[in-house]
């Protein structure tokens, strides 16, 4: 450690001249700090592209379904009676439905007891019973239980919950002290009674008051479909022809389903696709056309203090511009994205491509590559032959009749892997990715020079401090030899 020596000899402002001389010497250091500054730009520019072009991504699974380009609509004239849903492969028209009786769940009630739920049973009720429920076969499936002594009747009851394996539902009625066993499904699985037994088992009736006869439920839902075809349901929803029947209530005449092409919906999700791939590109070329201002470096923390908020946001603001000017990942990401949009695809059906479903480039060259749709061609073209339009985006084969949303699926994921090779993720260290490399290379040398900047201060000092003690030297010298002048006369 070097002793400081702060000119009192010299009179000389020692600690601003080493901090003049330092300035000089940390110039260097300072464009390094820019470099390294201009590098997590460049890198956070890159990813935020990234993050765009992820929310595209996100975008096709969707495309690639059926569902998407073929939805379906349904009106009922009796909602509070019948619902329906469609599929994509429902066939468009009017379905009638009469609800004869609607699928209900199996119930027991028992008679009041005289317990309340914390009541403890004895001893003389400790023991293991069983009650059956049925399979989707009608095949009955036991459950066994034990009731230990001191057991309350809610350990009870949960007990005889946890046995169904999720098929019965077992609790008290406080109002009327009295137990209720419930199936957690609707319809009828047993054709030879009861969806609950029990018979013989004296806990049951015996201590909770349960009798086998008081069973109501249980039942199927009825309906007629088309004024032709009797069903009977488990449940209260039933699926033909790729339409899903709901049943809300017993009705007396027809329920008209009318199920028809949803247009607007497969619009406004196909726009959905072309507006965030306009927004991807305008990001991309905006990156590319963006004027770079070179003598707006990366601010100084010195420069910085001298400034307010605004004018650093301001100058910032320029620095950052075009940063990503000329980088060929982006560029060439751009072309490629492009290029998938605009081939041929030969599936045989009416469209090949999309241009003939009114979405064409704009003829704006500067816009990059953007897309526009003809509103009314693409809807009609929706409405009048919506499976040749899903050929056309989602064909799931290779070559030359491999879909749209498919080639471009596949220029995305090479396009984002080309931005992530140059500038990584967030979760990434340094060494994972171009940038990152330049960066750690940038920070050694920083470290580097910062060590340099101590020792070379550490020689000023030193340089200084000598010079002082010189002076100090002679000062004495010159004392006593006037001293001795003195002592002559």
Do not use: C
């Amino acid at each position: 450690m070097v002793m400081r020596v702060g000119g009192i000899v010299s009179g000389m402002d020692i600690e601003a001249m080493v901090e003049k001389l330092m300035e000089a010497e940390r110039m260097p250091l300072e464009r390094l700090r820019q470099q390294q500054t201009q590098l997590e730009w460049k890198r956070d520019a890159f990813r935020d592209i990234n993050s765009k072009l992820l929310e595209l991504d996100n975008m096709m699974l969707d495309m690639k379904l059926s569902r998407t380009y073929n939805p379906k609509a349904t009106v009922s004239s009796n909602e509070g009676a019948v619902t329906a849903t469609a599929s994509s492969s429902a066939s468009n028209g009017t379905y009638d439905i009469r609800v004869e009786q609607l699928a209900t769940r199996a119930m027991n009630i028992g008679e009041s007891i005289e317990y309340t739920l914390q009541s403890e049973m004895s001893a003389d009720v400790a023991g293991t019973y069983t009650y059956y429920t049925y399979d989707q076969n009608g095949e009955a499936i036991e459950h066994e239980f034990t009731v230990e002594e001191g057991d309350t009747l809610n350990q009870v009851l949960r007990n005889i919950e946890r046995a169904s394996e999720g098929n019965v539902r077992a609790f008290f009625d406080e109002s009327q002290n009295r137990v209720v066993l419930e199936a957690t499904r609707s319809g009828a699985y047993n054709e030879n009674g009861a969806e609950i037994t029990f018979e013989g088992n004296t806990f049951f009736t015996n201590t909770l008051g349960l009798s086998q006869g008081n069973e109501s439920g249980g039942k199927n839902a009825i309906f007629t479909y088309n004024n032709g075809l009797t069903i009977e349901s488990r449940e209260n929803s039933y699926t033909l022809n790729g339409v899903t029947f709901e049943f809300h209530n017993v009705t007396e005449t027809n329920v008209s389903i009318s199920v028809q092409n949803d247009v607007d919906t497969s619009f406004e999700k196909i726009m959905d696709f072309v507006n965030k791939y306009n927004e991807v590109i305008e990001a991309m070329n905006q990156s590319q056309t963006e004027e770079r201002y070179r003598d707006y470096l990366p601010l100084t923390e010195e420069q910085k203090a001298e400034m307010t908020d605004k004018q650093i946001e301001l100058w910032e603001e320029k620095a950052k511009s075009g940063i990503l000017r000329g980088e060929a990942v982006i560029q060439n990401g751009m072309f490629s994205l492009r290029g998938s949009l605009q081939g041929k695809v030969e599936t045989g059906g009416e469209y090949t491509l999309l241009s003939q479903i009114g979405i064409t480039t704009t003829k704006n060259y500067l816009d990059g590559g953007k897309l526009e749709v003809d509103e009314e061609k693409l809807k009609a073209a929706l409405r009048d032959n919506p499976d040749d339009v899903y050929k056309l985006f989602a064909n799931n084969t290779d070559g030359e009749s491999k879909g749209i949303i498919h080639r471009f699926d596949e220029s995305l994921d090479r396009v984002r892997g080309n931005i992530e090779r140059q500038a990584g993720r967030s979760t990434q260290t340094l060494d994972n990715y171009t940038l990152g490399k330049e960066m750690k290379r940038l920070n050694e040398r920083i470290t580097d020079y910062e060590r340099r900047m101590v020792q070379v201060e550490q020689r000023y000092w030193s340089q200084f401090t000598a010079m002082e003690k010189a002076i100090a030297r002679l000062s004495d010298q010159a004392n006593y030899l006037f001293s001795q002048f003195g002592g002559m006369q």
